[in-house]
T-cell receptor, first 114, second 113 residues
Framework: NAGVTQTPKFRILKIGQSMTLQCTQDMNHNYMYWYRQDPGMGLKLIYYSVGAGITDKGEVPNGYNVSRSTTEDFPLRLELAAPSQTSVYFC?????????????FGPGTRLTVT | AQTVTQSQPEMSVQEAETVTLSCTYDTSESNYYLFWYKQPPSRQMILVIRQEAYKQQNATENRFSVNFQKAAKSFSLKISDSQLGDTAMYFCAFRTSYDKVIFGPGTSLSVIP
């Protein structure tokens, strides 16, 4: 299993540009998450999904959009990029069986908006 | 709103000594999960230990153990026999019954030779 993969690893955007961060997991997990981590800070939840076709806002959803058309993919869309969106973005997936819950993280995407 | 607080932004410990990292959380739920994650300079998030709220027994994983006080909403991490490889950011996290996972701001731990 490749686990959780994210592309690209690095990206520089100009203010006002748009882009999509890709996230794919091959573990058939129902739950998927997008977080952002600003320098020296903890992870903030942007959006999450409990299954294909279902998404919900997290703590900091403004400026982002997501979709979940398949179990495997959970892309994050940035429209009209702003310097405040400079951050490291982590995708994660998780499962829960018999009260056992575990979350797996991707390697992260470092995004700079200038 | 559910929140996770880590009151120690930075800590240091001598190699081979024991250190305890604090975490408190706020929730009205009764069933939830708590986690400690380690993030080394590589940025990879590594699960250190988990605790199910319905379990009264504190979780342990080798040199890592927790002190879970449900009534006090406290979830501290104890690292015994600290090693240089333990140097990292440590995040406490809480999973709600609505499937959100909320992270604390982190504690930067330095293990000194």
């Amino acid at each position: 299993n490749a686990g959780v993969t994210q592309t690209p690893k690095f990206r520089i955007l100009k203010i006002g540009q748009s882009m999509t961060l890709q996230c794919t997991q091959d573990m058939n997990h129902n739950y998927m998450y997008w977080y952002r981590q600003d320098p020296g800070m903890g992870l903030k939840l942007i959006y999450y999904s409990v299954g294909a076709g279902i998404t919900d806002k997290g703590e900091v959803p403004n400026g982002y959009n997501v979709s979940r058309s398949t179990t495997e993919d959970f892309p994050l869309r940035l429209e009209l990029a702003a310097p405040s969106q400079t951050s490291v973005y982590f995708c994660a997936s998780s499962y829960e069986i018999d009260y056992h819950y575990e979350q797996y993280f991707g390697p992260g995407t470092r995004l700079t908006v200038t | 709103a559910q929140t996770v607080t880590q009151s120690q932004p930075e800590m240091s410990v001598q190699e081979a000594e024991t250190v305890t990292l604090s975490c408190t959380y706020d929730t009205s739920e009764s069933n939830y999960y708590l986690f400690w994650y380690k993030q080394p300079p590589s940025r990879q998030m590594i699960l250190v230990i988990r605790q199910e709220a319905y379990k009264q027994q504190n979780a342990t994983e080798n040199r890592f153990s927790v002190n879970f006080q449900k009534a006090a909403k406290s979830f501290s991490l104890k690292i015994s026999d600290s090693q240089l490889g333990d140097t990292a950011m440590y995040f406490c996290a809480f999973r709600t019954s609505y499937d959100k996972v909320i992270f604390g701001p982190g504690t930067s731990l330095s293990v000194i030779p």
